[in-house]
Nanobody, 124 residues
Framework: QVQLVESGGGLVQAGGSLRLSCAAS????????MAWFRQAPGKEREVVAA????????YYADSVKGRFTISRNNAKNTVYLQMSMLKFEDTAAYYC?????????????????WGQGTQVTVSS
């Protein structure tokens, strides 16, 4: 069992930056692929970025490419999402998720463990 806790959300002006963190406990994250999802009110949850267990492969949604960076520090059991040039449409609850069944695969897989989420609000 893996427990995930997100932090770092908040209110920021458009064009600003935030760094989200996802701290894990219960098991080491080094055997899990990780992802960040987001869900805005009235919209479906969408994957924002994902990273393999070893950090060698990443995925970004088209809407965040060039602005967001996912990274991980397995020694600290933490995954990060650096968000820059934030836009109003980035406003959402952000969730980190983990899956250990296929840690070298980041898309087309079900993520089994989820955090409670952290709110990001971008003012225009």
């Amino acid at each position: 069992q893996v427990q995930l806790v997100e932090s770092g959300g908040g209110l920021v002006q458009a064009g600003g930056s935030l760094r989200l963190s996802c701290a894990a406990s219960g098991r080491t994250l080094s055997t899990f692929a990780m992802a960040w999802f987001r869900q805005a009110p009235g919209k479906e949850r969408e994957v924002v970025a994902a990273i393999t267990y070893n950090g060698l492969s990443t995925y970004y949604a088209d809407s965040v490419k060039g602005r967001f960076t996912i990274s991980r520090n397995n020694a600290k059991n933490t995954v990060y999402l650096q968000m820059s040039m934030l836009k109003f449409e980035d406003t959402a609850a952000y969730y980190c998720a983990a899956q250990g069944r296929a840690p070298g695969q980041i898309m087309g897989v079900r993520y089994d463990y989820w955090g409670q989420g952290t709110q990001v609000t971008v003012s225009s």
